[in-house]
């Protein structure tokens, strides 16, 4: 990685409900080039390209050059994180409802 480029969180990259969105488009497993990507937005290139630079600095959107455009294709590895750390809380939240099953059966 050179100075300019750092690697970003993936909980604040997935923070942004347009973020999500993107995640999820790319989800399909299409790789897909920023002008169909700004179609599924009420926004301009330039912010979706926003989108997707954050994305990709979280490593959660690759990229590569297809002549004149770029396509972008969805990582993801990288939620295994986010998906560790809420497996603790599913687990907390099934233990509680459990407990409050058999409260309410007494």
Do not use: C
């Not at 969105?21 to 990507?37: F, M, S």
């Not at 009420?42 to 997707?52: D, P, Q």
């Amino acid at each position: 990685m050179n100075q300019t480029e750092h690697k970003r969180d993936v909980f604040v990259a997935i923070a942004d409900p347009t973020r999500r969105k993107l995640i999820r488009i790319l989800a399909d497993g299409d790789e897909l080039p920023l002008h169909e990507l700004t179609a599924q937005f009420k926004m301009g290139r330039t912010a979706v390209s926003k989108h997707l630079t954050i994305l990709k600095e979280a490593d959660l959107v690759t990229n590569r050059k297809a002549g004149r455009e770029t396509r972008y294709k969805l990582n993801p590895a990288p939620l295994q994180e986010v998906k560790d750390w809420l497996s603790f809380y599913e687990k907390f939240w099934n233990e509680r409802a459990l407990l409050l099953k058999n409260i309410l059966e007494e």
